[in-house]
């Protein structure tokens, strides 16, 4: 049985259904299926063992690790075509008398390049049976989006020490490549438009919560504000324990019978609810204790006005106070110096030495100097209203003439009838930022679909941006290839 989710992870599960596991739907034995890093990482977001099970696979293994052999089962790899990946799969049909599988259904997540495949053909072709390319080069990180997994692409992409090497057209090229798999997945066939924006408790016990997509509390609560979020959730707890009491105050034996069988549900409604408002309670309580004051400080900076609306007419007066609190690590420290130099339309070199002389950054001081190598935003609405200025974002393949500002027409081309269930009718405009996304640009995603019920956005990038992340990437753009390490988290 299919996952009870909706969006991109609802697409995906759908399409590995169709492009694989449909293709042994008249078979009743059970087999065994392998999985590298990657697509271990790719089911796990889009499906859970139970839903494997359903589809006759009984176990799940790494292609990389040494197995046993279970010779009288069939393999069905679900690998990415990579050195690595193709060795684990050679590995397991040496010979034929040695075969651990017996016989190997190969699926590649994306484009096997000929010289791997030939090493297949080389070494064990008579042992696959099937071998395909089924095009999901993507995680469907939320309902709404997505990530191509390249965590070095900030660096890649906007380093100087490789503006003159072959590295960055590389992994733009990837970039397009799995950004097609996307579209595909999508059925899509889109206009494109660029951009390159220039700059003018005690007492309790821990309790591990899986924050996911079947969690409904979660996907609805996830983008609302935390104030929003402790008042709505002990209503709903106390909506909960109303209906157990109601259910209490019939006394017949079947209206007993009835409420016993029901209990169960009750208390893991309630438990759910309770986790949720534990997790935004101690949110809340981390944010009152140090983050209110910088957010304050952050906000005045980033809008010029403070919260009457008074225009802030000295904005190191209001930096200040954030660089002498001891609280504050050197990071928030360096986003509000950030903030202050960006609200002043930049600031002399006499000035920036000064301010990390006294903050104590010198280690760090890249995070704020390396910002000269880039500036990304993300716009959404424009898009959507058909405002965005031909001459900042030009095509670079014409949208379908269905496309306008409150269309309700899909630039789909061939949409699926299986998939119409997975969103609602209208159409649907892909964001891709290179270098990484926020969570707060995904929540723009969602309000803005909020917003515009024609259009849903799917917001997407190399990698998930935090503020900490963030400042890291820029501190290393000025280091040498061989001394940056980035990996994802």
């Known amino acids: 049985m299919a996952p009870a989710v909706r969006g991109l992870k609802g697409f995906v599960w759908q399409k590995l259904k169709s492009a694989v596991f449909d293709d042994f739907s008249k078979e009743e034995e059970w087999k065994i299926m392998l999985l590298d890093d990657y697509t271990t990482k790719l089911l796990s977001l889009c499906c859970k063992m139970t839903d494997l ?90 309902s709404q989006v997505f990530t191509l997994n390249i965590p070095d692409a900030f ?21 397009a490549e799995q950004i097609v798999t996307l579209c595909a997945t999508l059925d899509e066939n889109p206009g494109v438009r660029y951009k390159r924006y ?83 309670e101690d949110c809340m309580s981390k944010f009152k204790s140090n983050i209110e004051r910088l957010c304050r400080t952050e ?10 609306g008074q225009k802030v007419k000295d904005p190191m007066r209001v930096l200040l106070p954030v660089l002498l609190n001891k609280s504050h690590d050197s990071y928030d420290k360096i986003r509000a110096i950030l903030l202050y130099i960006f609200s002043t339309n930049g600031t002399t070199q006499e000035n ?15 995070m704020i100097r390396n910002w000269k190598y880039l500036d990304v935003p993300v716009i959404s609405s424009d898009a959507i209203e058909n405002k965005l200025d031909s001459k900042d974002w030009p095509y670079c393949s014409r949208c379908p003439p269905t496309w306008n500002g409150s269309g309700a027409i899909s630039a789909r081309q061939k949409p699926r009838a299986s998939y119409r269930e997975e969103r609602r009718s209208g159409a649907r405009l892909i964001i891709f930022v290179i270098g990484g996304v926020t969570y707060s640009e995904m929540r723009s995603a969602y309000e803005v679909s909020e917003a515009y019920k024609s259009c849903e956005v799917v917001i997407g990038s190399t990698h998930i941006l935090t503020p900490r992340r963030l400042l890291e990437e820029v501190k290393s753009l000025s280091k040498p290839k061989d001394m940056v390490c980035i990996k994802d988290e």
């Open 155 to 175: 660096y890649r992409c906007y380093s100087p020490t490789l503006e003159k090497t072959r590295d960055k057209d590389a992994v733009l090229q990837v970039m």
């Open 352 to 366: 920036l030495d000064k301010l990390i002389q006294n903050v104590q950054i010198e280690s760090d001081s890249d």
């Open 53 to 142: 099970l359903g589809e006759g696979i009984t176990v799940v293994e790494n292609v990389y690790k040494n197995r046993e052999p279970v010779p009288h089962m069939k393999a069905i790899y679900l690998i990415t075509p990579t050195k690595k990946s193709i060795d684990g799969l050679i590995d397991d049909f040496i010979t034929k008398s040695s075969s651990r599988y017996k016989a190997a259904y190969v699926y590649f997540t994306d484009f096997c390049p000929d010289s791997l495949f030939n090493k297949i053909k080389a070494s064990c072709a008579k042992s696959i049976k099937r071998c395909k390319e089924i095009n999901i080069s993507f995680f469907p990180y939320e």
């Open 198 to 280: 220039k700059t003018e408790g005690s007492g309790g016990k821990e309790k591990e919560a899986i924050l996911e997509e079947d969690d409904d509390l979660w996907v609805k609560m996830r983008h609302k504000h935390i104030a929003d979020v402790l008042e709505e959730i002990p209503k709903l707890l106390k909506d909960a324990s109303s209906k157990t009491k109601a259910a209490e105050g019939k006394l017949s034996i079947s209206a007993l019978s009835q409420l016993m069988k029901k209990m169960p549900l009750y208390r893991k409604e309630i438990s759910k609810q309770v986790v949720h408002l534990n997790i935004a």
């Open 299 to 308: 906000q005045d900076l980033a809008l010029g006005t403070d919260a009457e």
